[in-house]
């Protein structure tokens, strides 16, 4: 609220009253002016793409083209379900990829999560260890990977001397029945220590005194979790799920830096296939309405998180 | 969001006691598994990065020769600095740190400015469509990157700019290869309006009012009162923009073709065009991950607290 001297205010109603009057004038002048920066570029880095991807997706635009865009109404999106194999092959694979990374990765992300919230000596070295892949670029880790999973890498000789030669490796990125696997694990590696967090923060938000309740009523330590933590947990698993779900969907550096989505599109993913259409092909108006398609997916997504957050309350 | 920050370490220590009960009624046992299980997933989680550097001092043949034995995790051999002095004669690696660099200061300094400007706006003044703008940022925070990516390359190609031609200054179209490319449409983030917003709420009000009876302006309250007060939000939102400025790589991939405006992510294309030199991709990974992972160690707690943080409101 303004402010005015009481006092004042007492004295001269009129006075203060222009002076209130005046100053939330100025408080308006004030939020537009501080609002205007961040207002500005979000609208024209944000607001402008976003509506454009709508209405470029119902075009024939192409990147570098001195024809205007035509019209096409939703031939983009017939053409991406019909007549487009390669998006369809795409569509499954980023559906295959979410589908395991997304348990995986939560449930792998949940274990550490317990497992370095013991009040033990040490913990938050394991801990900063278990993020550095976090930090580590996805387009470095991609690389290495890329370098290890080769048929004479350090993938191969590691399956050797453990299995004692019984197994042999696969020539991972190059075959159509590993590939995407190979990609699925790298994904997990780099990624499950910032889920690790979120979850630790989660784990620290439940009251200690609900775990001295329940080991005074002799739950044993699978009860302990079954009946507090894990309902503790619920608002941070909603969120962990639906943060993985939406950057599985999004995979695109993995991909475009270890396969180019192949060998015969076993890896090609909705993102990596609007860009490749997009800009390698310069279908721009094709390319906007996969993009557009992606987002309803993740647009879909949320609103089920809001769905199953709201329930709660 | 102090409160966040905060309490789940005061809860953490104030157990301290009951946990360290339950420990030692179960015995060493359950202490020595829990350590040995972290041990054998420290490794995991290690493993590649300690290949990377470790292969990054050794010839390709070695590298190759070692990959059967422990050696391949271990300095031995034929080890040398050859492969960094090779980076550095096949990629302008200094240019593109220097890219990199410059993008990312000013992403983060320049984003640090202007979202705790629109946080304060949203948090602390009263005004006109507050609300409106208010839920349009929160709308807007689920739209990812990816969806936007393509038609943003169709939209900066038509943007105007400044150019500068034999001395004289006009003005042309098409953002692309620039640095403003890589920096502008970044600098304004929904999420750190939000964080700064939720953290500013949190200062009392009466700060502002008593200001406000000695004649302070806004922007004064802005930068002598609240922006004093939030180091962590500033901390946490400097961290949370910095490693993304500092990864881009699908948008510098599409809009920068230039050489030498190229930053670090890009560079990485130099290595896999005829026969890939091994040793210097892992020199020239190596060189860009260090500082990353540097400033990581030093700050740690300040990174983790803040992605902690970043789950906790979302």
């Known amino acids: ?313 | 969001m102090t409160g966040t920050l905060e309490r789940p370490r005061r809860t953490a220590s104030r157990s301290t006691p009951a946990r360290e009960r339950t420990r030692s009624s179960e015995g060493r046992n359950g202490r020595i598994l829990t350590y040995v299980s972290m041990s054998i997933l420290a490794v995991f989680f290690l493993f590649p990065l300690v290949f990377m550097f470790v292969s990054s001092l050794k010839p390709d043949a070695q590298i190759l020769r070692d990959i059967d034995s422990p050696a391949a995790f271990l300095p031995t051999g034929d080890i040398s600095l050859d492969n960094y002095f090779g980076v550095f004669d096949r990629v302008p690696v200094g240019q593109f740190l220097f890219n990199s660099i410059l993008v990312t200061v000013l992403t983060v300094g320049l984003g640090l400015i202007v979202n705790s400007l629109a946080g304060f706006a949203l948090s602390r003044l009263r005004w006109k469509g507050r609300v409106v703008v208010l839920a349009l940022i929160i709308a807007t925070l689920i739209v990812p990157f990816e969806t936007i990516a393509v038609p943003m390359v169709y939209w900066v190609n038509q943007l105007p700019t400044l150019v500068m031609e034999g001395g004289v200054l006009k003005y042309d179209f098409g953002w692309l290869n620039t640095y403003q490319v890589q920096i502008v449409p970044f600098i304004a983030n929904a999420f750190s309006i939000f964080l700064f917003a939720q953290y500013f709420s949190t200062i009392p009000p009466s700060l502002d009012e008593a200001a406000r009876i000695d004649g302070a302006s806004w922007f004064t309250i802005y930068r002598r009162i609240i922006v004093p007060l939030s180091g962590p939000a500033f901390a946490t939102v400097a961290i949370l923009t910095f490693l993304p400025a500092w990864n881009q790589y699908l948008w510098p991939l599409m809009v920068v073709q230039k050489e030498n405006l190229r930053p670090v992510m890009v560079g990485m294309q130099y290595f896999f065009q005829l026969n890939t030199a091994w040793g210097e991709v892992m020199a020239y990974t190596s060189l860009i991950t260090l500082p990353v992972l540097i400033v990581f160690l030093v700050f740690q707690r300040a990174f983790v607290s803040s992605i902690a943080a970043s789950g906790v409101k979302g």
Do not use: C
């Not at chain 1, 920066?37 to 880095?45: E, R, T």
């Not at chain 1, 053409?79 to 449930?107: E, H």
């Not at chain 1, 330590?221 to 939406?246: D, E, K, S, Y």
């Not at chain 1, 695109?252 to 092909?281: C, I, W």
């Open chain 1, 1 to 313: 609220m303004t402010v005015s001297p009481p006092v004042a205010a007492a004295k001269q109603p009129r006075r203060s009253l222009r002076r209130i009057r005046s100053s939330r004038g100025r408080e308006t002048w004030a939020g537009l002016a501080m609002m205007a920066p961040a207002g500005l570029l979000l609208l024209l880095f944000l607001i402008v793409p976003v509506l454009l991807a709508f209405t470029l997706s119902f075009t024939n635009a192409r990147l570098i083209s001195p024809n205007p865009p035509r019209f096409v109404g939703l031939d983009n999106f017939f053409r991406a379900f019909t007549a487009d194999p390669v998006f369809l092959q795409s569509a499954l694979n980023t559906f295959l990829f979410a589908l395991v990374v997304v348990p995986v990765q939560a449930g792998l992300g949940l274990l550490l999560a317990i497992l370095v919230n013991q009040r033990l000596r040490g913990t938050t070295f394991f801990r900063v260890v278990f993020f550095i892949p976090v930090v580590t670029s996805i387009v470095v880790v991609s690389i290495l990977w890329r370098f290890m999973y080769q048929s004479d890498g350090l993938i191969n000789s590691m399956i050797d001397t453990v299995t004692f030669g019984a197994l042999k490796g696969a020539d991972w990125l190059n075959d159509p029945t590993t590939a995407l696997g190979a990609i699925i694990v790298l994904s997990i590696w780099q990624a499950v220590g910032f889920h690790m967090i979120i979850w630790l923060a989660g784990l620290q938000t439940i009251p200690e005194e609900l775990y001295e309740a329940a080991r005074m009523d002799g739950a044993s330590r699978w009860h302990q979790f079954a009946h507090v933590t894990w309902p503790g947990l619920r608002p941070t698993m909603v969120f962990v799920l639906v943060t993985i779900t939406i950057a599985a969907l999004g995979l695109f550096v993995q991909v475009d830096v270890m396969t180019q989505g192949g060998p015969l599109n076993s890896t090609t993913t909705v993102v990596y296939h609007a860009v490749r259409k997009g800009y390698e092909q310069q279908e721009i108006g094709y390319a906007a309405a996969i993009s557009l398609l992606f987002f309803v997916a993740v647009l879909v997504i949320a609103l089920i998180q809001r769905w199953l957050t709201r329930e709660k309350n």
